[in-house]
Structure formats: structure tokens, C-alpha cells
């Protein structure tokens, strides 16, 4: 059964940091495109930064570069995203996300980092910046 949950979400004051996981099942993490998406209230659902092996790939939006970091585990098999630096912009919900297309993260045919070309996709975990 393919699963993907989310976790690591809190409230957490401006300039701060949080962790957030997608612990996955199912499927072959290394095989796959893997993205963070999130949403805020109000907002359609965007792209946060997608990862892949096959190519070696990462990319990240221009509103989190340099303060987001996405990562995989395969042996756990769990992505990350490390995420320093956040804003009261940064609150929204956040989403894990798969897809089977290896080379869909960093693919300008589908449109990068476009959340409706992600197949899988997990129930999202809240993230508030506030002070």
C-alpha cells in the first residue's frame, strides 16, 4: 500500500526553524521524483522543492532558496525538508508528494515543481510562522 505521511509541523516564531518529515511506503523512494508543496489559506497549492536520483536532481522555488533544504533517506525510506530562516509568508500547509516519472523534478516539459503532475501524494502537515 502506498502511503506517504507527513509530520514536523508547529508553530514557530519568525526567523526560526523546523524540520518536517514524509515517512513513505510502497514504492522505491530512489526511483522516484519527490516534492514539498504547500498551500495557504486562500492560495493554490505551490511548489516548494523537488528531489531525484535518476537524474541527480534538485530544485528549489525562489521564495525558500537558500533557506529550505530537501533531502531522502532511502533506507528509512523518508524525504525531509529542513527549512531555517522562516517568514510569516512561509505559513501554510505542507505536502509530501511522489511520483513515479524519475525525471519529472527539474523536467521544464512538465513544468517545474508543478503540484498537478505529482500522482502521490500525503494529508499535509501545518506550519504557522508567528510571533
Known amino acids: 500500500q502506498v502511503q506517504l505521511v507527513e509530520s514536523g509541523g508547529d508553530l514557530v516564531q519568525p526567523g526560526g526553524s523546523l524540520r518536517l518529515s514524509c515517512e513513505t511506503s510502497g514504492f522505491i523512494l530512489e526511483l522516484y521524483s519527490l516534492g514539498w508543496f504547500r498551500q495557504a489559506p486562500g492560495k493554490e497549492r505551490e511548489g516548494v522543492a523537488c528531489i531525484s536520483e535518476r537524474p541527480a536532481t534538485v530544485i528549489y522555488s525562489d521564495s525558500v532558496k537558500g533557506r529550505f533544504t530537501i533531502s531522502a533517506d532511502n533506507a528509512k525510506p523518508t524525504v525531509y525538508l529542513q527549512m531555517n530562516n522562516l517568514k510569516s509568508d512561509d505559513t501554510a500547509v505542507y505536502y509530501c508528494?511522489?511520483?513515479?516519472?524519475?525525471?519529472?523534478?527539474?523536467?521544464?516539459?512538465?513544468?517545474?515543481?508543478?503540484?498537478?503532475?505529482?500522482?502521490?501524494w500525503g494529508r499535509g502537515t501545518q506550519v504557522t510562522v508567528a510571533s
Open positions: 508528494a511522489a511520483d513515479s516519472r524519475s525525471e519529472l523534478c527539474g523536467s521544464w516539459y512538465y513544468g517545474v515543481l508543478e503540484p498537478r503532475e505529482y500522482g502521490l
